[in-house]
């Protein structure tokens, strides 16, 4: 099975912090994901990779940024934390859609990161 | 853009019974992807089921079906015999086809459907 691994379930940061959210993935997977879950929203895209050092903006990119230095790390980052920044964040993999079996290939999700911040 | 509605924030269903979750999605694509994925307290969301939009036969998955109207541009999600288990967030989802370029890489989610299930 795949794993994704989110460093933190629980975080709590003060407004103005520089704050790293952490994901690893065991599976190879090219694509990797930020998502952002907030209640009556649902979940919209931050950010993703689709490969070592790229990465594209999502939905809501403002105020963060992400790094991918690794094949199986994706980092996000959030500068300067505001407190319209406290979500849930969910990270998540899938391979890439290159192939005609990979096209419905779905996402692997970690746990989620409840970020507070304060 | 695409968009995915799911109109009801919150459902119940007795244990054992059959529930339907509605969702509803806007594109202007021939081709495309739909998941429902499921969320429970412990926060991991989990593939539910998933749906080609070229195929005309709906998707089952032991319990879970879907009922996909191209036309209507609606994809419910049924579930019969009800579970304890079956309790979660439920979340409907787009994905483009690959020709979208970097959209395909992605999925659009509902504001998902809070799924009780009463004992």
């Known amino acids: 099975d795949v794993k994704v691994t989110q460093s933190s379930r629980y975080l709590v940061k003060r407004t103005g912090e520089k704050v790293f959210l952490e994901c690893v993935q065991d599976?190879?997977?090219?694509?990797m994901f930020w998502y952002r879950q907030d209640p009556g929203l649902g979940l919209r895209l931050i950010y993703f990779?689709?490969?070592?050092?790229?990465?594209e903006k999502g939905d809501i990119p403002e105020g963060y940024s992400v790094s991918r230095e690794k094949k199986e790390r994706f980092s996000l980052i959030l500068e300067s934390a505001s407190t319209n920044q406290t979500s849930m964040y969910l990270c998540?993999?899938?391979?890439?859609?290159?192939?005609?079996?990979?096209?419905?290939?779905?996402?692997?999700f970690g746990n989620g990161t409840r970020l507070t911040v304060t | 853009a695409q968009t995915v509605t799911q109109s009801q924030p919150e459902m119940s269903v007795q244990e054992a019974e059959t529930v339907t979750l509605s969702c509803t999605y806007d594109t202007s694509e021939s081709d495309y992807y739909l998941f429902w994925y499921k969320q429970p307290p412990s926060r991991q969301m989990i593939l539910v089921i998933r749906?080609?939009?070229?195929?005309?036969q709906n998707a089952t998955e032991n319990r879970f079906s879907v009922n996909f109207q191209k036309a209507a541009k609606s994809f419910s999600l049924k579930i019969s015999d009800s579970q304890l288990g079956d309790a979660a967030m439920y979340f409907c989802?787009?994905?483009?086809?690959?020709?979208?370029?970097?959209?395909?890489?992605?999925?659009?989610f509902g504001s998902g459907t809070q799924l009780t299930v009463l004992p």
């Open positions: 990779s689709y490969d070592v050092k790229m990465k």
């Open positions: 599976m190879d997977h090219e694509n």
């Open positions: 989802a787009y994905r483009s086809p690959l020709v979208s370029s970097g959209s395909a890489r992605q999925l659009t």
């Open positions: 998540a993999s899938s391979l890439r859609v290159r192939q005609a079996q990979n096209y419905n290939s779905p996402l692997h």
């Open positions: 749906q080609e939009a070229y195929k005309q």
